[in-house]
């Protein structure tokens, strides 16, 4: 019995000295959500990979990941505190952070954990609508994204920099990717706008679709407007032919950078916690979807971030010798 007990108590030691090992802000008992954006997209898939990571790799977190409808809804609940961690693209933030467009009157105040990757605006319709440019869209019934997509504010960013009346040219819906893909599978529409990471699922599930022939419609030279109108937050880029299946040419799109965000009162060690994880166990966030290998410390600049970086992310870029600003 001795013995026994002896044993007991030398395990409860061995147990206590390794946990003290452990740095006081980790072994908080914690829990945290995330919010991503819809089932068809990327958001989701990375959001749940990384909630997996931080409740894996950070003692006494317990980390979880919400379907939303996208980047406008999560900087909403980051501004009312109802999640922690959200998803977002960068003009999207901007909007926040004035007061503006969707955010009008109700400005949200957030911070960045990272730059993440390149979203890239997918203008997908099939070739049997006779769609092949933007101004064929003239008349069709068309996808613009979720409500409180960001989705919704690019798309209708691209409609009016080609030239077309977002209300007056086309009748409009208002679906998430997911969702739009089997809209157009079934003729309820003829096109919708997704900005996403590549490959985006949805789309993918379009165009590997028996008798169905894929059609991605360029939109590049619509990035100039929109800076000259919305300031230097586009790009120009490309989905490579090889992307979706039956693609027959590279496609010319619109691009904006997607970031993580917080609110400026998460402490500084969670922040701190979050993007060391992020950047040290990036390889294996990039299981769930390849979009997170181009999450990258090269990528940390302020120039690509409307908003301000967290203190605690720059701390740990700070110690892995990179100069946000």
């Not at 077309?164 to 739009?180: P, V």
């Not at 599978?185 to 990471?197: E, L, P, S």
Request: glycine share 8%.
């Amino acid at each position: 019995m001795n013995r026994i007990l002896t044993a007991a108590v030398f395990a409860a030691c061995t147990v206590a000295a390794a946990w003290s090992a452990i740095p006081a802000q980790a072994q908080q008992t914690r829990n945290l959500s995330i919010v991503t954006g819809g089932t068809g997209g990327v958001y989701y898939p990375l959001g749940g990979g990384l909630a997996n990571l931080l409740t894996k790799y950070v003692p006494g977190w317990q980390v979880t990941s919400e379907v939303t409808g996208g980047s406008v809804d999560n900087l909403k609940l980051i501004g009312t505190q109802k999640a922690d961690i959200g998803f977002t693209m960068a003009d999207a933030s901007l909007d926040a952070m004035r007061g503006e467009d969707k955010f009008k009157g109700a400005a949200v105040q957030h911070l960045t954990l990272a730059v993440l990757y390149p979203n890239n605006m997918h203008v997908v319709t099939t070739a049997a609508t006779g769609i092949t440019k933007m101004s064929d869209l003239k008349g069709k019934r068309v996808s613009t994204g979720s409500a409180g997509s960001a989705t919704e504010v690019m798309a209708f960013r691209v409609i009016d920099a080609a030239g077309l009346d977002k209300d007056k040219d086309m009748t409009r819906e208002r679906l998430g990717a997911a969702e739009s893909t089997n809209a157009l599978k079934d003729r309820k529409i003829d096109a919708y706008f997704w900005v996403g990471g590549i490959p985006t699922a949805a789309v993918t599930d379009l165009a590997a679709t028996p008798g169905t022939k894929i059609v991605m419609v360029d939109h590049a030279e619509t990035v100039a407007k929109m800076n000259e109108k919305y300031g230097p937050l586009y790009a120009p880029g490309k989905i490579p032919s090889s992307m979706y299946p039956g693609m027959d040419k590279d496609n010319a799109i619109a691009t904006v950078w997607n970031i993580l965000v917080v609110s400026p009162s998460m402490p500084d060690d969670v922040a701190y916690n979050i993007t060391k994880t992020i950047f040290e166990k990036n390889a294996e966030w990039a299981t769930v979807h390849a979009e997170a290998k181009n999450v990258t410390l090269d990528n940390q600049k302020a120039a690509n971030s409307p908003v301000k970086f967290h203190p605690g992310a720059l701390r740990f870029f700070t110690e892995k010798g990179i100069k946000v600003n």
